[in-house]
């Protein structure tokens, strides 16, 4: 299982990219973000 905390910006881009392929299955992925934290493009 791994998981990362988006309580504030990503700190980089290459480290949620590391974090988010690190594990087997989409299942084990846990990301946390703020209400209204995210952007889209």
Known sequence: MA?????EECFS??????????VSFTSS?????QKGNTKKK
């Open 13 to 22: 881009h290459g480290q949620f990219y590391v974090t988010c392929f690190r």
């Open 29 to 33: 992925l846990v990301i946390l973000a």
């Open 3 to 7: 998981g990362i905390g988006l309580r």
